[in-house]
């Protein structure tokens, strides 16, 4: 079948590489889905398949199943994963303040003063507080998962703290058990408090890393207007540019940006198109001619008709490819998803291991010790650095590859150009600072003060690409500008001006 399309959906609710690999195993387990790829830093899902099996609905309820959610069949789902993202890290940094703020306390009294009367009680009480109010989501999420019988790193946090909670609330509500024994009960409330509270500063450092990786695509997308006039039955009106259709007229005015693609229709002017292609100096463009979204107008006016909008502009192609590529995976993602796939029951044994081997060499004595240091192997597992690392590294290159407008393939590619010992370039026009400069110039008589400043006011006139660059290099001359009595602008041949009655030509010879 070769009906095949990509899509590149917003995933929700996940929380660690984990999380992204359940989403990525549920999808591709879908019939009618050839690939499917997460990318936990970007929290998007790309998928390629027939649409005429499965629709990006099936693939989000099959989701909503496994515990997680997409974004679907909504006008600007990139604007509405953004929004929740920014509530999400709202929310995050409260609960990350309040858990701090009750677990400076709660650590004092563990381990400073840990003989006040009532000590055990009021522990408890803040711990509880952490626990629910600022820490919920880690044993809503545990839960949740648990139900659909999977685990995740909310599973360990939440595994960890609440035993040594459980643990220390037996030894304040019934002591005599260890006493009866020889022993002194002791609890463990701050673990449970400053365990969440570390847990929470992670994951926020974590969303601020993740949120910083997709500022080159946002400055890639605001590149493109978001508004542009429409022309109709000869009146102008402003709309959104997603309401421009295919052959829709559009004004554009001199210093705006091109809103979609097109044709030139009427008018004529000089684009700046070095954002995409590279190229230093502004292209003369006529009747006729194409233009592209996001590349500048210069100094005319001119209609043009829309040939290309919304996604089939060529700005909104290179967006997708970054995007895309940002969501590859390297070949050594390959390695950390096969880890992460395993990672959480392997930790969860090994700390019933160590609590068992603790118990086996010291007896019953060492029970405190061996249930701290199997609570110990569930918190060193929780930070979920392996998952986030690779991807965000892979974001933020390729980011800042094409803010410099340096296009990435794919993650494959990134990951083996360390191996390159030698770049071809096919051509020299690109490599440029991107604005046209006069590197010298060749005066047939001496250059007077009236000729430098008769040049100067043709430039200050002129709509051709280069005339800026001349004009910079005559403001280190010190030249002026004059009256003219009369100026004409001769395409393709240059400026005819006149001053005091005599008549100057700058351009094309002949």
Same mark, same amino acid.
């Given at each position: 079948?070769?009906?095949?399309?990509?899509?590149?959906?917003? %995933?929700?609710?996940?929380?660690?590489?984990?999380?992204?690999?359940?989403?990525?195993?549920?999808?591709?387990?879908?019939?009618?889905?050839?690939?499917?790829?997460?990318?936990?830093?970007?929290? &998007?899902?790309?998928? $390629?398949?027939?649409?005429?099996?499965?629709?990006?609905?099936?693939?989000?309820?099959?989701?909503?199943? !496994?515990?997680?959610?997409?974004?679907?069949?909504?006008?600007?789902?990139?604007?509405? =994963?953004?929004? @929740?993202?920014?509530?999400?890290?709202?929310?995050?940094?409260?609960?990350?303040?309040?858990?701090?703020?009750?677990?400076?306390?709660?650590?004092?009294?563990?381990? %400073?003063? @840990?003989?006040?009367?009532?000590?055990?009680?009021?522990?408890?009480?803040?711990?509880?507080?952490?626990?629910? %109010?600022?820490?919920?989501?880690?044993?809503?999420?545990?839960?949740?998962?648990?139900?659909?019988?999977?685990?995740?790193?909310?599973?360990?946090? !939440?595994?960890?703290?609440?035993?040594?909670?459980?643990?220390?609330?037996?030894?304040?509500?019934?002591?005599?058990?260890?006493?009866? $024994?020889?022993?002194? *009960?002791?609890?463990?409330?701050?673990?449970?408090?400053?365990?969440?509270?570390?847990?929470?500063?992670?994951?926020?450092?974590?969303?601020?890393?993740?949120?910083?990786?997709?500022?080159?695509?946002?400055?890639?997308?605001?590149?493109?207007?978001?508004?542009?006039?429409? /022309?109709?039955?000869?009146?102008?009106?402003?709309?959104?540019?997603?309401?421009?259709?295919?052959?829709?007229?559009?004004?554009?005015?001199?210093?705006? #940006?091109? *809103?979609?693609?097109?044709?030139?229709?009427?008018?004529?002017?000089?684009?700046?198109?070095?954002?995409?292609?590279?190229?230093?100096? *502004? /292209?003369?463009?006529?009747?006729?001619?194409?233009?592209?979204? +996001?590349?500048?107008? =210069? #100094?005319?006016?001119?209609?043009?008709?829309?040939?290309?909008?919304?996604?089939?502009?060529?700005?909104?192609?290179?967006? =997708?490819?970054?995007?895309?590529?940002?969501?590859?995976?390297?070949? %050594?993602?390959?390695?950390?998803? $096969?880890?992460?796939?395993?990672?959480?029951?392997?930790?969860?044994?090994?700390?019933?291991?160590?609590?068992? /081997?603790?118990?086996?060499?010291?007896?019953?004595?060492?029970?405190?010790?061996?249930?701290?240091?199997?609570?110990?192997?569930?918190?060193?597992?929780?930070?979920?650095?392996?998952?986030?690392?690779?991807?965000?590294?892979?974001?933020?290159?390729?980011?800042? +590859?094409?803010?410099?407008?340096?296009?990435?393939?794919?993650?494959?590619?990134?990951?083996?150009?360390? $191996?390159?010992?030698? /770049?071809?370039?096919?051509?020299?026009? &690109?490599?440029?600072?991107?604005?046209?400069?006069?590197?010298?110039?060749?005066?047939?008589?001496?250059?007077?003060?009236?000729?430098?400043?008769?040049?100067?006011?043709?430039?200050?006139?002129?709509?051709?690409?280069?005339?800026?660059?001349?004009?910079?290099?005559?403001?280190?001359?010190?030249?002026?500008?004059?009256?003219?009595?009369?100026?004409?602008?001769?395409?393709?041949? +240059?400026?005819?001006? =006149?001053?005091?009655?005599? &008549?100057?030509?700058?351009?094309? #010879?002949?």
């Amino acid at each position: 079948m070769k009906d095949l399309e990509t899509i590149i959906l917003p %995933v929700l609710e996940m929380s660690c590489a984990v999380c992204a690999n359940n989403v990525e195993n549920t999808v591709k387990g879908l019939s009618g889905v050839e690939e499917a790829s997460v990318n936990f830093a970007a929290n &998007t899902l790309s998928v $390629k398949y027939h649409p005429s099996l499965i629709t990006p609905q099936k693939m989000r309820e099959a989701v909503q199943e !496994a515990g997680y959610d997409l974004v679907v069949e909504v006008e600007d789902p990139t604007a509405v =994963q953004e929004e @929740m993202a920014r509530e999400h890290y709202r929310k995050l940094r409260r609960n990350t303040i309040g858990a701090w703020v009750l677990s400076i306390p709660l650590a004092l009294l563990g381990m %400073v003063f @840990m003989h006040t009367p009532g000590g055990n009680w009021i522990m408890m009480a803040l711990a509880l507080v952490i626990m629910i %109010v600022f820490g919920r989501s880690f044993y809503v999420n545990g839960v949740r998962h648990a139900l659909h019988g999977s685990a995740n790193m909310d599973t360990l946090v !939440a595994l960890s703290t609440s035993i040594a909670f459980l643990f220390s609330f037996f030894n304040t509500v019934y002591p005599q058990f260890w006493y009866e $024994k020889g022993l002194e *009960p002791h609890v463990y409330y701050e673990a449970s408090g400053v365990i969440i509270a570390f847990v929470l500063l992670g994951k926020l450092l974590e969303e601020r890393a993740k949120n910083s990786t997709s500022s080159a695509i946002k400055s890639l997308m605001g590149l493109q207007p978001k508004t542009a006039r429409r /022309v109709r039955d000869g009146q102008e009106e402003e709309v959104s540019i997603s309401f421009l259709r295919v052959g829709d007229l559009v004004s554009v005015r001199p210093g705006e #940006k091109i *809103p979609v693609d097109g044709t030139v229709s009427q008018g004529s002017s000089s684009v700046d198109e070095s954002m995409l292609s590279g190229e230093p100096i *502004p /292209v003369v463009k006529s009747q006729g001619d194409r233009v592209l979204a +996001g590349t500048i107008n =210069q #100094k005319g006016a001119f209609l043009m008709e829309a040939t290309g909008v919304g996604s089939a502009t060529v700005l909104s192609q290179i967006v =997708q490819m970054v995007q895309a590529a940002q969501g590859s995976k390297a070949p %050594v993602q390959r390695i950390v998803d $096969k880890i992460s796939g395993i990672f959480v029951p392997i930790v969860v044994g090994l700390a019933i291991l160590t609590f068992i /081997v603790w118990l086996v060499v010291g007896g019953s004595g060492y029970f405190s010790y061996a249930l701290l240091s199997a609570v110990s192997v569930l918190v060193i597992a929780c930070p979920c650095a392996l998952g986030l690392a690779t991807p965000t590294a892979l974001m933020v290159g390729m980011g800042k +590859g094409a803010e410099h407008h340096i296009l990435i393939k794919d993650a494959f590619a990134l990951e083996n150009l360390c $191996k390159v010992d030698t /770049v071809v370039l096919d051509k020299t026009g &690109t490599l440029t600072e991107g604005v046209p400069e006069v590197t010298d110039s060749f005066w047939i008589s001496e250059a007077s003060r009236d000729m430098l400043d008769i040049l100067y006011t043709a430039e200050m006139k002129s709509e051709h690409p280069l005339a800026s660059a001349i004009l910079s290099w005559l403001k280190g001359t010190e030249a002026a500008e004059i009256d003219a009595d009369s100026f004409e602008s001769v395409t393709g041949r +240059g400026i005819q001006m =006149q001053v005091h009655g005599v &008549t100057y030509w700058v351009g094309s #010879k002949g």
